[in-house]
């Protein structure tokens, strides 16, 4: 049964250009979630998609926006990439139905470095 | 502002000690408090808590809550080089589906 997966596992960007990253969700997950893990520090919810549309969004500016296409399958994109963005981009996957936070089910992230 | 909190932010001990992690929160509207292990990438759930005082444990790890004081223990006994990872503190808050994390305590376990 696979877990999330993510891709790609590291990329390097210049200021200024754009990245999309992808996320498959676990097998039976719906909903999906992206977060930012900075070094050192844990990771800050920026948004989830459901039935291919935002559900929810943290405290991230507009550059940053994303997809779900119909296989749940979901893009995170971010448009003119700053240093600061530089960071661990973790997908997590869960039930669009809530039961709780322990069906959260994280992939192993996309390393962004922003040079 | 919804706020969790952890302490130490880094710790190194022997293999063989016992540990606790610390965390605190301000939250909104609580609904659960959980424990991940991060050890590369992709933190792995360890417990999710609930309840004040009740303990939930795995072997030779341990957490509790206290829901009065607003924070959370996770202990670990008889260390192991294993042990050695990141260890994150996150909220679940009622109605928004979503988790809020401390910045994690680095545990380095040496032989």
């Known amino acids: 049964d696979a877990g999330v997966t993510q891709s790609p596992t590291h990329l390097i960007k210049t200021r200024g250009q754009q990245v999309t990253l992808r996320c498959s969700p676990k097998?039976?997950?719906?909903?999906v979630s992206w977060y930012q893990q900075a070094l050192g520090q844990g990771p800050q919810f920026i948004f989830q998609?459901?039935?291919?549309?935002?559900?929810q969004r943290g405290n991230f500016p507009d550059r940053f926006s994303g997809h779900q296409f119909p296989n749940y399958s979901s893009e995170l994109n971010v448009n003119a990439l700053l240093l600061g963005d530089s960071a661990l981009y973790l997908c997590?996957?869960?039930?669009?139905?809530?039961?709780?936070?322990?069906?959260?089910?994280f992939g192993a992230g996309s390393r962004l470095t922003v040079l | 502002e919804d706020k969790v909190v952890q302490s130490p932010l880094s710790l190194v001990v022997h293999e063989g000690d016992t540990v606790t992690l610390n965390c605190s929160y301000e939250v909104t509207n609580f609904r659960s408090l959980l424990w991940y292990k991060q050890e590369k990438k992709a933190p792995t759930f360890l417990f999710m808590l609930?309840?004040?005082?009740i303990e939930k444990k795995s072997g030779r790890l341990s957490s509790i809550l206290d829901k009065k004081e607003l924070f959370s223990i996770l202990n670990i006994t008889a260390t192991q080089t294993g042990d050695s990872a990141v260890y994150l503190c996150?909220?679940?808050?009622?109605?928004?589906?979503?988790?809020?994390f401390g910045q994690g305590t680095r545990l380095t376990i040496n032989p």
């Open positions: 997590a996957s869960s039930f669009g139905d809530w039961t709780g936070a322990n069906v959260l089910t």
């Open positions: 097998s039976g997950h719906d909903t």
């Open positions: 996150a909220v679940e808050i009622w109605g928004a589906q979503k988790l809020v």
């Open positions: 609930t309840s004040s005082g």
């Open positions: 998609y459901y039935e291919e549309e935002e559900r």
